[in-house]
């Protein structure tokens, strides 16, 4: 049977969508349990995705505060719908990774079923296909629904931008050729799929900038594929040498444009406008097109060298190339061959052109080139094999993609094993080995990982995140002089990397530079929410500034950090922490036991706030509260004495002295050191008659600590009113009167000293 017979419309449409979903479901199935990866931490901590009330308050989809082309691309670059939809992944389930897989996998499988009905519709509108094109619409499609060469577009959380940008493309074309379905093109249709249209535009460019192309790539449709059965003349008029001038003419100026008001990345300074383009030649050629036709060898990092066109012997070999796949699908090929070439060229043009970006090959680019730029030509190609062959041609090669894409999924399933693949493959390019770093230090494996960012910087990979892990890492290793200078490289390369600031106010407040720690913490809260993100604050900073100021004794102003941080993250425990130490430290018992109250909510096992809310009680008074939250600390920060000490003073307030002995025996126990622990069992134990035992607890202070005058008055009564030892007590009391300051103590001693030499 041949795959491109004529089926039956409905049923065979109902079919062909189930066989897709069910294809993409099994075949994407292992992504659902991946983490978040590379870029994916980047944008989970913002505080614009964190649920869909943040977003609304904080992203303007439908607005703009002037319309000149700078403003107008920093609203489009931001990806408003993007955005929106990880704003709804968190509302629906906070940071869980199944539900941000499950959305890009559903958006795939919505991509493929339009693709499918948009090569049907191309076999409806078109004169000149006599076949009913639904086989071949399926089979373009599954194409593009299990090609390995897609892997990261669908698996990789932060390329959400590239289905989406592809999904609203697709749906306006569809809704374009919509138009054109009937041989008479209807007034009602117009009117109401325009509007419809206009707003796919604009989903599409709020999703990721590369949707520019989409009027283009209409009116190249209505050129290769409305014109040529419907308007010959018109086709020939808009193919005549006159307009094709015009169509270059009309390129410059929209390249001149551009390049004056797009904001591009680092990619102009590292390869300038044309070294860019002769490098996205040869890239596209022996790889894009490479890896699209012979799925192998993928790589996260494509590792692509720059080299000046002049240096690179394969520049000129790309561009024969390009130039004769070119002219062989204009000149010599069909309806298909022209629309795949133009439809590849247009959707790679902004990224692959002379606008240069910092990486010049990613994988995740070639999502939207794919959809009709390459998978209907598979079809073409398999239409073209013997009948006898092409059913089960047809079923290897799908087969060998979908086996090669859920293998692909294993390693973008784990980030270790993602960059160790990816080193493997392109040993010497740096950013395999930053990001491995980053992936060891993220598992606790430390050395390994301050190896490999090390050999990242030594191969000249000038990105400040790696700079920024370095510091990190010397940072848990108290390595506080490495640590600075590797933050001040990071900032060296952007000086708008507030992370560094931050982390260089971390140092300073470890160290006890505390003036500069509130410098470098304050800096980072402006860059972040005047530079980087207009009107975002950093809550981690406040809170860090909250800390800072409570250690300067500036206790109202680390109240007033915290307060803020907890209005942008009300779940940090540590800022609840740090308003109650300060409101402990003022005198406000009751606010500083709300605040640790709440610090516990959250966190129930911190172990600072369960001694400070002890210590809030046992000033309140509320022994047997301040006792319970001492033995909680204790479950969680085990042999700590001075919990012990505090037990037992509580106990001594409520007049349980047998317990008091018990909890000073303890802490003595674990520290004999404790001396003021010794003082108070002397104490109790003289209270309960036992002088000898007080006795000797007193001596072992006072052998400690000389000091001590009161001890040794207080041994020296009890030698003299309980153990009548009148010599030990005079010389005792005689030592203490040298040793007084106190003019009324003096005199007291002195008065003793009469009274004993009676």
Known sequence: MNPFLKPNQVKKTLSCVLILIFAITIVYFNSLKGPFQYDDATFQPRIWVSNLEEYQKRVKIFSFNSYTPTVIYMAISARPAVLFTYALNNTIGKNSTFGFHLLNLILHALTTILLFFIVRLVFQISRSFTKNGTSFALVASFIFAVHPALTESVTYISSRSSEMVTFFYLLGVWLFLRIFQSNKIKIRDIALLTPLIILCFYLSITSKVVGVTFPVVLAMLFLFLICPDRYPVLYKTLTGRFFLIGYVVFLILCLRLALNAFLLDRGFELYGNFGYLSSQIRIIVFYYLKILLWPINLNADIGYTFKPPLED??????????????????????????????????????????????????????????????????????????????????????????????????????????????????????????????????????????????????????????????????????????????????????????????????????????????????????????????????????????????????????????????????????????????????????????????????????????????????????????????????????????????????????????????????????????????????????????????????????????????????????????????????????????????????????????????
């Open 313 to 758: 012997p394969t520049f000129f070999l790309a561009i024969l190339t390009a130039v004769v796949l070119i002219a062989t699908a204009f000149f010599k090929g069909g309806k298909w061959s022209k629309i795949c070439t133009a439809w590849f060229i247009l959707s790679l043009a902004p990224t692959s052109s002379i606008l240069p970006l910092n990486d010049l090959a990613v994988e995740r680019r070639i999502y939207l080139p794919a959809t009709l730029g390459i998978s209907p030509l598979f079809a073409m190609a398999i239409h073209l094999i013997p009948k006898t062959m092409r059913y089960g041609f047809l079923v290897f090669l799908l087969a060998s993609f979908a086996t090669l894409t859920a293998e692909r999924n294993k390693v973008w399933n784990d980030e270790i094993r993602l960059w160790e693949d990816a080193l493997k493959k392109t040993p010497n390019s740096p950013r395999p080995y930053a990001n491995l770093g980053k992936a060891y230090y993220e598992k606790d494996r430390i050395e390994d990982a301050e190896k490999y960012l090390k050999i990242s910087i030594e191969k000249g990979y000038y990105v400040e995140t790696t700079h920024y892990n370095l510091a990190n890492i010397y940072m848990d290793k108290e390595q506080y002089d490495l640590a600075e200078n590797a933050y001040k490289h990071a900032i060296g390369i952007n000086p708008l990397y507030y992370q560094a600031h931050f982390g260089l106010g971390s140092i300073k407040n470890k160290t006890g530079k505390l003036k500069e720690a509130e410098k470098y913490y304050l800096e980072a809260i402006e860059i972040l929410s005047t530079k980087v993100a207009e009107g975002e604050d950093y809550p981690l900073a406040r809170i860090n500034l909250g800390e800072v100021y409570g250690k300067m004794g500036r206790f109202e102003e680390s109240i007033k950090q915290s307060e803020i941080a907890i209005k942008s993250t009300p779940n940090s425990f540590k800022a609840h922490y740090n308003i109650g130490t300060a409101n402990m430290k003022l005198g406000r018992l009751e606010k500083a036991e709300e605040s640790f109250l709440n610090c516990l909510e959250i966190k129930p096992e911190f172990e600072n706030a369960l001694y400070n809310l002890a210590f809030v009680y046992q000033k309140l008074r509320q022994f047997e509260n301040s006792n319970q939250y001492f033995l909680k600390f204790l479950d969680v920060q085990e042999g700590f004495p001075k919990a012990y000490v505090s037990i037992g003073i509580n106990y001594v307030q409520m007049n349980k002295l047998n317990q008091a002995i018990d909890s000073f025996k303890k802490a003595l126990t674990l520290d004999p050191k404790i001396l003021n622990a010794r003082a108070l069992l002397a104490k109790i134990l003289s209270q309960k008659g036992e002088n000898k035992e007080a006795i000797k607890q007193l001596e072992i202070v006072l052998t400690q600590n000389p000091n001590l005058n009161a001890i040794r008055i207080q041994l020296g009564l009890m030698y003299w009113k309980n153990e009548k030892q009148l010599d030990k007590a005079k010389d005792l009391l005689e030592t203490a009167s040298k040793f007084s300051v106190n003019p009324n103590e003096k005199i007291q001693i002195s008065n003793w000293l009469k009274e004993l030499n009676k």
